[in-house]
């Protein structure tokens, strides 16, 4: 009966030494396991900051600001001048570059044969210039595209509702819109847009992925 008892209390104190080492294991292991966590978060924290800073170069690289957070595009119906009418939600899924214009605007002439290397060089792939002329007649517009070779979509705000809706107080203005429709860039007078720079942040537009 006495060493039955022993042998009870034995297997308690057994029970209570191992529950007390399992704890202790749990609990090392929890506190390494910590900083490692921590070192994960601020390398992932690390490597996102550095692709923020890299993308804030990209835009200013051109002059371009970066709009961020992004808003939805505007949805407009213009006419083409070479063709019918068109609406931005046809170009769903291009990266767009809407740039309002007048022919007698000297800033508007001096970056339009950039804007048409630009278009030469990326036409065939998802990306479509909206060059909107504001506020001239059609023959007027018809025959400065034509004597300067452009070969861009040129469309007609002729009464200047489109450009009033973004906003567009001087001329040039472009806008960038991304796949999803989001105005993500903003440039208020003439750039270089034949420029390394304009063709890395053409081509990162065109490669950045969609967000869910």
């Not at 921590?38 to 170069?57: D, N, P, S, V």
């Not at 800033?107 to 044969?113: N, S």
């Not at 105005?183 to 420029?195: E, N, Q």
């Amino acid at each position: 009966m006495r060493r039955r008892k022993w042998a009870i209390r034995i297997i308690g104190l057994l029970v209570v030494v191992f529950s007390v080492y399992i704890s202790w294991y749990l609990l090392s292991e929890k506190e390494e396991r910590i900083p490692i966590e921590e070192k994960e978060w601020e390398e992932e924290e690390k490597t996102a900051a550095e692709e923020e800073r890299l993308i804030q170069l990209l835009y200013a690289s051109v002059g371009v600001q970066r709009i961020n957070p992004p808003f939805e595009a505007k949805g407009f119906t213009l006419e083409d001048l070479r063709g019918p009418i068109v609406s931005l939600k046809d170009f769903q899924g291009k990266v767009i570059f809407l740039n309002y214009w007048f022919s007698r605007c000297g800033p508007c002439r001096d970056e339009m044969p950039a804007m048409e290397l630009l278009w030469q060089i990326f036409q065939d792939d998802d990306f479509v210039i909206l060059a909107v002329n504001v506020r001239e007649g059609k023959g007027e517009v018809s025959s400065f595209v034509e004597n300067n070779g452009y070969t861009f979509p040129v469309l007609l705000d002729l009464w200047g509702k489109v450009g009033n809706m973004y906003s567009t107080r001087a001329y040039p203005t472009t806008f960038l819109i991304d796949r999803e429709g989001k105005v993500v860039g903003k440039a208020v007078g003439a750039r270089k847009w034949a420029s390394k720079g304009s063709f890395d942040l053409i081509k990162y537009l065109l490669d950045k992925k969609e967000t869910d």
